[in-house]
Every structure is written in structure tokens, then in C-alpha cells.
């Protein structure tokens, strides 16, 4: 008996340090994953915390420079920063929130009834999600301007109400979270379509549309062809397109630049690290009521 003992002691003691071993393994490769992660983030700032000169150096400065707020002055005297970040949070807020609306009410039509032309519609749904962007600029072009909405913010957030993906992601998410018990219940106390969607649907919905919010969030914010082809009216346009202003054909001041885009990417951040929080927690949640 006790030399049993003694094997199962060994046998534990084996075990238990082999999960230790792999415990501090799993966050090793974790805390390199986000070290290289955040490196670029980080040589952002040093680039735009020196000159071009620093940029150019070989080997590689390394730490950040003095010259940040520096940089950042020259970027407010350059270019009309606030009137562009104002435009672009409007742009891209508006946008976002009927992204969420429309593509989730689409979603849930699509995943939860039946109605003639269904399949035919998803699959050209998914047809136009395959056609590149750039095919339709110029007729999009054309419609803003009969619309007479070239030049304006509306051309910016109109086009953008609902996209394909959206659409097709919701869709997905709803057939797998959303049981149809829940519907035939609502059904049974009278709710309609847009009740039982606004009531049942949608706090089921809700990592989904985290994730969705903040992927076009940031599609938004981060947009520069079709601004730049469409904003016409100099007054109105986005903040990168305002930025590119910075980089000149003949004398190119590329700390400058990195200065507007660190000062660009920080409220993408701010707005990463909210929705990110709140669809972890909603995740975590789901997966605890399952």
C-alpha cells in the first residue's frame, strides 16, 4: 500500500507539473502575441515623436523623441483637423448605427421566416458582397449627384446604411442564438414582426452586433477613396482625407504624417477598447446561460 501511495504521490506531483509547464507556456506565447501586437502602435509613436531625419537613421531609433506635441502642432496649423475628426465621427457614428439596424432587422427576416424569393434574394445578396468596391464608384458617383448629395456628408452615410456582410454575419449569428421557441412564445402573447424583433431579437443579438458595430466603425473611419471622390466640397471632408494633404509630391514630412495618424488612430482605440469590453462581457454571458 505504501509503495502505491508513493506512485500516485509521484504520478500527481508528474502531472501537476507538466499543466504548470503548460500553463506558463500558453501566457508566454500570449504575452508575445500582444508584444507584437502593440509593436506597431508603438514604432507609430516613435515616428511621430521625432523627424524624418530619426525615421531615416540607421540602425533604427528606437525610443520615442521629443517632438511629439511638436508634430502635433505642425499637424493642427497644416490642416483643419477638428472640422475633418467632426465630419468623420458623424460619418462614421450615423453610419454605424444604421449598419446595426437595418442589417440586423435584414438578418433576422432572412434566419427566422420564410417568404417567397428568400434563397434567391440571399444569394444575390452575397453575389454583390463579392463585387469589388472600386466597380462601383462611378455609378454611385452619378447617383449622389441626382440625389444632389455630392459634396455632402449624406453621400457618406446614405451609401453606407447596410452592407452584405453585415447582413450575412447577423443572418449566421441568428439561426445559431436565437431559438425559435422564444418567437413562438412572443407569437403567442401577440407580438409582431417589429416587436418580436426589437424585444426578443435584439438582446440575443447583442455580441453580434458589438463586433459588427466596431468593425464598421472602424471601416468607416478608416474610408478615403470613396470620401475623396465624392466629397467635392473641401469644407466636408473626412479626416483622412484631410490627412493625405500632409504627404506633398516634392517634400514629404513623414514624422508629420505620423503625427496625424497617431492623432487619427486614438479614438479608434478608445472606441476598440469599449465594444470589445462589452462583447467579451455578452459573450461570457451567453456562454454562462448555455
Known amino acids: 500500500m505504501a509503495a502505491d501511495d508513493r506512485t500516485t504521490s509521484n504520478a500527481g506531483i508528474g ?21 507584437i501586437s502593440l509593436f506597431p ?13 530619426d525615421i531615416y537613421r540607421y540602425p533604427p531609433k528606437l525610443v520615442p523623441g521629443p517632438h511629439l506635441l511638436d508634430n502635433m502642432r505642425r499637424v493642427l496649423d497644416t490642416v483643419d483637423f477638428f472640422g475633418s475628426l467632426f465630419n ?23 434566419a427566422k421566416y420564410e417568404f417567397p424569393g428568400k434563397k434567391f434574394l440571399f444569394g444575390m445578396l452575397l453575389v454583390t458582397y463579392m463585387i469589388p468596391a472600386q466597380l462601383s464608384l462611378v455609378p454611385q458617383f452619378v447617383t449622389m449627384a441626382e440625389f444632389g448629395w455630392a ?21 449566421q449569428y441568428a439561426q445559431n442564438s436565437l431559438p425559435d421557441e422564444l ?24 455580441p453580434a452586433l458589438a463586433f459588427l458595430g ?6 468607416l473611419w478608416n474610408d478615403y477613396i470613396w470620401p475623396l471622390v465624392v466629397m467635392i466640397n473641401p469644407d466636408k471632408v473626412t479626416l483622412q482625407v484631410a490627412l493625405a494633404n500632409l504627404n ?14 497617431l492623432m487619427s488612430v486614438i479614438p479608434l482605440i ?18 454562462t446561460k448555455m
Open 248 to 261: 506633398v509630391l516634392y517634400n514629404s514630412d513623414y514624422s508629420l504624417v505620423m503625427a496625424g495618424a
Open 15 to 35: 502531472i501537476g507539473s507538466g499543466s504548470r509547464l503548460t500553463r506558463i507556456c500558453v501566457r508566454a506565447a500570449l504575452l508575445l502575441g500582444v508584444l
Open 88 to 110: 468623420t465621427i458623424v460619418v462614421a457614428v450615423l453610419g454605424t448605427a444604421l449598419v446595426l439596424f437595418f442589417d440586423s432587422l435584414a438578418a433576422f427576416a432572412f
Open 151 to 171: 459634396g455632402s456628408l449624406n453621400a457618406l452615410i446614405i451609401p453606407s446604411a447596410a452592407n452584405a456582410f453585415g447582413i450575412f454575419w447577423m443572418r
Open 41 to 53: 502602435f508603438y514604432w507609430l509613436v516613435v515616428m511621430a515623436s521625432g523627424t524624418t531625419q
Open 214 to 219: 466596431i468593425f464598421t466603425f472602424i471601416g
Open 270 to 287: 478608445v472606441v476598440f477598447l469599449v465594444g470589445a469590453r462589452h462583447f467579451l462581457r455578452d459573450l461570457a454571458a451567453g456562454a
Open 183 to 206: 418567437l413562438d412564445a412572443g407569437r403567442i402573447d401577440g407580438a409582431g414582426f417589429f416587436r418580436l424583433y426589437w424585444t426578443v431579437a435584439l438582446p440575443l443579438f447583442r
